[in-house]
Structures are given as C-alpha cells and as structure tokens.
C-alpha cells in the first residue's frame, strides 16, 4: 500500500507564497507519476501538475498561469508544488496522487489516479 502525506498549507495574505510537500511512503519508480491536484468547495477536485521521477513536468497552464512550479527530491521520495503570487481563488485542499504509469496527457484527471493522500488546506485572503 503506498501513503502520501500531504504538508506546508497555511493560511497566507494575497501576493504571498508556500512551498507545499507530498511525501510519498514508497521509492517512486521511474514508470510512476505523482501529481497535484487542488478542491475547492463545491467544485470538481482539478489537476494542476504532474512529474514523472525523470524530472519531465506538466503543468495546466490555464489553471496556473505560471504561478506554480512543481519539482521533486527522489532521494526523499518528495514531490513539491511551490506557489507564489497566491492569489484568493487559489485558496482550497490541496492533494497529491500517484499511479504507477508514467504522466501523459491524463496528467489532470483524478481518476487517473490510484494513490492519494489526505490534503493540505491553503487558505488565501486578501
């Protein structure tokens, strides 16, 4: 069974930044995929970003216009997502996944995703 813990939300003002963590109980292999994802209550849980432990990302540059930097320490098996300029409507959970199959152009659908872990709430206010 694979855990990811989820950590670094908080509550911040607009313009500000965190650097939120996703660390994963198991090594990430090389054919595996973890992405972060981001639920706002009310709306479908949205795909933001994924890395493959290559090193190659993808990002949904509508959703994050270029705010967001997904990257990752496979010595820590730890994948972050580091945000700056936060904005209100960025405030939500924040969850990262993983499935064991490499990101493709699924890479934002939450289906797609096998593991999850439990969220970190980033709250944004201006």
């Known amino acids: 069974q694979v855990e990811l813990v989820e950590s670094g939300g908080g509550s911040v003002k607009t313009g500000g930044s965190l650097s939120l963590s996703c660390v994963v109980s198991t090594n990430i292999d090389v054919n595996d995929c973890v992405g972060w994802f981001r639920q706002v209550p009310g709306k479908e849980r949205e795909g933001l970003a994924a890395i493959g432990k290559r090193g190659y990302a993808s990002y949904n540059i509508e959703r994050l216009k270029g705010r967001f930097t997904i990257d990752q320490d496979n010595a820590k098996n730890t994948v972050f997502l580091n945000v700056i300029s936060l904005k209100p409507e960025d405030t939500g959970m924040y969850y990262c996944?993983?499935?064991?199959?490499?990101?493709?152009?699924?890479?934002?659908?939450?289906?797609?995703?096998?593991?999850w872990g439990h969220g970190t709430q980033v709250t944004v206010s201006s």
């Open positions: 996944a993983l499935r064991r199959r490499s990101c493709g152009l699924d890479y934002d659908v939450p289906r797609e995703f096998t593991y």
